[in-house]
């Protein structure tokens, strides 16, 4: 008596929250800004919110209730989960966050499970599938464009250039787009498998997926930012949520 609809998984920022009363100062929290639920409420799906859990177990576990993956942006993926030492330019990490996702991620795709991973997600699944991250692109990916936009979120600001024959170029079905942009980190080597799908004027990396396994897909960009009215933003969701149907199908025939 399964419902219709997919459940999508969403993971979580981490944070302390304001005292809620004077005996109990700040308190651990995790959150998702709720554009993301609301996008994939749109597209057809039901969206699940993760929390950091104690155990990475605990988090393998949440996987059996759910039909589909979306890594959600955030903190900056900590180096040392691709064997680098810091850089100057590096920002917030939040290790216990990377260890969840990591293991979350290697378990989905080992089940075929379809992935969509936005902004800090794309960064997460390039390190968790064996790839690397320039730390901070302004640092160490010169004359690049200004990727961290002053614009509102909802504001698409510089363009992608989407690969031909792409998945992501199918999904969104043309190329060039507008885009957002909120990072300073990018993928800098692709993990095995997978290839380039969209890059920006600069040459940064803003999309990668691995072809011919299911449903892989990373943007650097926020699509649930501008989704109300921005199609091709809507078009990432929509087809999340029809490879979650479609994958959910294959096990029960
Ligand atoms: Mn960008």
New binding site residues.
């Given amino acids: 008596m399964c419902s219709p609809k997919p459940l999508i998984g969403i993971t979580c920022s981490t944070g302390v929250s304001p005292d809620w009363a004077a005996s109990s100062p700040g308190q651990p929290q995790d959150y998702a800004f709720r554009n993301y639920s609301r996008a994939v409420e749109a597209a057809g799906g039901i969206p699940l919110l993760l929390p950091v859990p104690r155990d990475p177990d605990t988090g393998i576990g949440m996987l059996s209730a759910l039909d589909g993956l979306l890594l959600a942006g955030g903190a900056d993926v900590s180096p040392r989960f691709y064997e680098e030492e810091p850089v100057v330019g590096i920002g917030e990490v939040d290790a216990a966050r990377d260890v969840f996702e990591i293991a979350l991620t290697r378990k989905a795709v080992e089940a075929g499970m379809p992935v969509l991973g936005i902004c800090r997600g794309i960064q997460l699944m390039a390190v968790a599938m064996g790839g690397s991250l320039y730390q901070d692109i302004y640092a160490q990916a010169q004359g690049c464009?200004q990727?961290n936009q002053k614009a509102p979120k909802d504001v698409n600001t510089?363009r992608?250039t989407l690969e031909t024959g792409s998945c992501l170029r199918e999904l969104i079905g043309t190329s060039p787009v507008w885009?957002?942009?909120?990072?300073h980190q990018?993928v800098k080597r692709i993990p095995p498998g997978f290839q380039v799908c969209a890059r920006?004027g600069d040459g940064?990396i803003?999309g990668i997926e691995r072809p011919g396994a299911g449903f892989l897909v990373g943007v650097?960009?926020h699509p649930e930012g501008p989704w109300q009215y921005d199609p091709s933003s809507r078009r990432l969701f929509e087809g999340l949520v029809r490879e979650c149907v479609a994958w959910r199908r294959k096990p029960e025939t």
Avoid: G
Avoid at 179 to 183: A, D, K, L, R
């Fill in positions: 464009l990727h510089h992608v885009v957002n942009s909120n990072h990018a920006a940064i803003e650097q960009w």
